[in-house]
């Protein structure tokens, strides 16, 4: 078995770099994510629930990798929004806003599991699972990193759900 093994390898180098490279690339930091990002919530009722229809996440990444992250998150009023779930008749409760500053609290267990490797549309390169206290509760923040300088955050909890797809703040 090992001489079969050992055969293998001299016969082609490329099956050892091939896992060290994709090792290297997992562990990596993804710097050009470091910054400020910001996104209006989903509007439609389908997937969205316990939050106001003008609510805006603000996200300051700090580090980002396949690994880790360093992030906080502040949900506000979108200073662009006309009508809010106030203005609304049955929009049921949500969630008081503005609200604090909240730090991520990555799951790195998480990182093992087959929920980091979530199929979403877009081919993420990889979705976070963090832990918010929002209103007192906690929450369960999915925030999914894709190429080109996307990302998009998924907020759950007792009774709320919310979509965001953050962009870079235009000043």
């Not at 770099?17 to 930091?29: A, S, Y």
């Not at 910054?35 to 209006?40: D, E, M, Q, S």
Request: glycine share 6%; charged share 25%.
């Amino acid at each position: 078995m090992v001489g079969r093994m050992l055969s293998l390898l001299f016969r082609s180098p490329w099956v050892l770099l091939i896992p060290l490279v994709t090792f290297w690339c997992g562990c990596q930091d993804l710097k050009e994510y470091r910054g400020a990002w910001a996104g209006r919530i989903e509007q439609s009722r389908l997937v969205r629930r316990g939050f106001d229809i003008c609510t805006r996440a603000d996200l300051e990444v700090r580090a980002l990798g396949s690994t880790s992250l360093d992030a906080s998150l502040t949900l506000r009023r979108n200073p662009d929004a006309t009508v809010c779930s106030a203005d609304l008749p049955d929009e049921g409760a949500v969630l008081p806003l503005p609200s604090e500053t909240v730090t991520l609290s990555p799951v790195p267990e998480i990182l093992n599991d087959a929920l980091a490797n979530l199929q979403l549309e877009g081919e993420p390169l990889f979705t976070h699972l963090s832990w918010v206290r929002l209103a007192g509760q906690p929450h369960l923040v999915f925030l999914t990193v894709y190429r080109n300088d996307r990302l998009e955050l998924r907020i759950t909890g007792p009774d709320a759900y919310a979509a965001f797809r953050l962009g870079r703040p235009r000043d």
